[in-house]
């Protein structure tokens, strides 16, 4: 049983880690190896995150089973990541889902995230978009903004019954207004379709231009693609060209798949200048597809253009 002196030193303990006073990890580990739960758990997250100790993932681990077994909620959630990555323990999704199912059941808004995506893949339990909304919707009311999006992409996939692409983009949106970095593509892309809103290629470049100053290539290759046909924006194709290349170099598949289409295979094989046409250039379009001196080719271009983008 939990003693008071172990209970009183890790009340103290978080007050200085809250404080920005890391003379609180001493005193957490003291509460953790003397059986406070709460204290397990905070020093668990401690040590993975090498948080001014040495990282140790299996000492963690340990502590986080002794919490969960004691009831606590993240450090449920806690043991079910260590079975759903196999990052300490061998990878079980069997075991992933008790203890996400019992995190989520108390309340933990990331172990309803999870228990949600097992529901919506069908990860040992049937697939069934009822539940995995259910558990988006309990954990996104508690702000887990990873939830909202994956309860946007469930009401937007094509093969639920119950799909509502409206209340989906408004999810999308809402996320972008609130700053979800990951949703301003979403959101852009909602306004770009204009099917489950009104079309508004105005509000579509600003969720892109959001999206590609935090670097999202696929918000930067819209960008372009949108510049290419002057949709919002005053056409214009060398921006436009830059700014492809340059979100394919980065990774962007889309980007990617759009220039392997565009150039046109007589010319593919013609030398031309990479300040004449970025597209059209044989080896140009080979570094686009992962070279490291693909970078450098455009480097100097694009320091150029990048400014332009306001």
Not at 245 to 259: C, Q
Request: with cysteine; hydrophobic share 35%.
């Amino acid at each position: 049983m939990m003693s008071l002196v172990a209970s009183d030193t890790y009340v103290k303990a978080k007050s200085l880690l809250d404080a920005g006073d890391y003379s609180g990890v001493d005193l957490m580990k003291e509460a953790a190896l003397a059986g406070n739960p709460y204290a397990q758990t905070c020093y668990g997250k401690i040590l993975v995150e090498g948080d001014h100790v040495n990282k140790d993932n299996k000492k963690a681990a340990e502590l986080f089973r002794k919490a969960a077994e004691h009831g606590i909620d993240e450090a449920q959630y806690y043991v079910g990541m260590d079975y759903y990555l196999g990052l300490t323990s061998k990878k079980s999704y069997k075991d992933a889902l008790k203890w996400f199912r019992l995190s989520a059941e108390n309340g933990f808004p990331k172990g309803q995230y999870y228990l949600g995506i097992f529901y919506y893949n069908g990860y040992c339990v049937y697939k069934d978009y009822g539940f995995a909304i259910r558990w988006f919707t309990m954990a996104a009311n508690q702000g887990y903004s990873k939830a909202r999006i994956a309860l946007a992409d469930a009401y937007m996939d094509l093969h639920n019954p119950n799909r509502d692409i409206k209340k989906a983009a408004s999810l999308y949106i809402s996320a972008a207004e609130s700053g979800d970095v990951s949703a301003y593509y979403k959101a852009g892309m909602c306004y770009y379709r204009g099917k489950a809103i009104k079309l508004n290629y105005h509000q579509a470049i600003e969720y892109f231009r959001l999206g590609y100053k935090e670097g999202d290539v696929d918000c930067e290759f819209m960008l372009g693609y949108m510049y290419e046909h002057g949709q919002g924006v005053t056409q214009d194709t060398n921006i436009a060209s830059m700014m492809i290349s340059h979100a394919a170099i980065a990774g962007s598949d889309d980007a990617r798949a759009y220039l392997d289409d565009k150039v046109p295979v007589k010319v593919k094989h013609t030398p031309m200048l990479v300040e004449e046409t970025v597209l059209n250039t044989p080896d140009v379009v080979g570094k686009i597809r992962g070279a490291d001196d693909g970078k450098t080719i455009f480097s100097q271009l694009w320091k150029r253009i990048k400014t332009n983008v306001h």
